[in-house]
């Protein structure tokens, strides 16, 4: 027994009772009320994905021009899973992508992404470090006026 909850409900009348449980581990759990049958539930593995590369190109970027980050993502599971990417640079989300990846193969998902500022930015994907882009300022020139010397 994971939960009971007792409810009063008048002769011809209808309610509604809720339960909420995380299952710990994976299988198929019957489900049962009052001793009978309702349903059957299965829980399975968490997918374990593992990020065998990654490379930010190019690097050291300028300001406002695109970098593109490539990430090689492994399904380690025996099934085909659905794999969500968030590359995150100072508690910020700049981008996501989303792959169904089949059971041992590995997939290549590529994000491109402009910086504003300049500066350094350490990149993660689910919390796994990607590496860090150098974002550096574009030059800037000052002309003097041209003087002619007849």
Same mark, same amino acid.
């Given at each position: ?22 299952? &710990? ?5 019957? %489900?049962?009320?009052?001793?009978? $049958? ?20 190019? &690097?050291?970027? %300028?300001?406002? #021009?695109?970098?593109?980050?490539? @990430? $090689? ?5 025996? $099934? ?8 995150? $640079?100072? &508690? ?12 041992? #193969? ?16 350490? %990149? ?8 860090? @882009?150098? @974002? ?5 020139? #000052?002309?003097?006026? %041209? @003087?002619?010397?007849?």
């Amino acid at each position: 027994m994971i939960h009971t909850q007792a409810q009063t409900i008048s002769p011809l009348d209808s309610g509604t009772i809720s339960f909420t449980h995380a299952f &710990n581990t994976p299988g198929k759990y019957t %489900l049962t009320l009052n001793g009978s $049958t309702i349903g059957t539930i299965s829980i399975r593995e968490r997918p374990t994905f593992v990020i065998s590369s990654s490379s930010i190109t190019p &690097n050291p970027v %300028l300001r406002g #021009e695109p970098t593109t980050i490539t @990430v $090689t993502v492994k399904n380690r599971m025996d $099934t085909t899973n659905r794999f969500t990417g968030n590359i995150r $640079t100072n &508690n910020s989300t700049i981008a996501t992508d989303f792959a169904s990846i089949p059971a041992g #193969e590995s997939r290549m998902l590529s994000y491109t992404h402009r910086f504003n500022t300049s500066g350094e930015f350490a %990149l993660a994907m689910n919390q796994s470090p990607l590496g860090v @882009v150098d @974002v550096e300022r574009p030059a800037t020139f #000052e002309f003097d006026p %041209l @003087v002619s010397d007849p």
